[in-house]
């Protein structure tokens, strides 16, 4: 099973930047890389990628809550 994470580019998409968030669903990893690129002043792209790291993170009522 893959689980995502979000992450967010600064160079026009050439390279993805990610910390340590992984969400068990690509709904939530997008929503979180949307979220991140929002607030982020020079963010260029966003996406959520597959990961096979353990999830550790999830969205309820749009809020972020740990995993535990």
């Not at 992450?7 to 669903?25: H, L, M, P, R, Y």
């Not at 982020?40 to 597959?50: F, H, K, N, P, Q």
């Not at 999830?55 to 535990?68: A, S």
């Amino acid at each position: 099973m893959s689980n995502y994470r979000p992450e967010i580019s600064t160079d026009g998409g050439k390279s993805f930047g990610q910390n340590a968030q992984v969400f068990a669903t690509k709904e939530e990893a997008e929503t979180m890389a949307k979220d991140i690129f929002n607030r982020w002043m020079l963010a260029t792209d966003y996406r959520a990628s597959e990961t096979t790291d353990p999830v550790n993170y999830r969205l309820i009522d749009n809020k972020l809550e740990p995993v535990k």
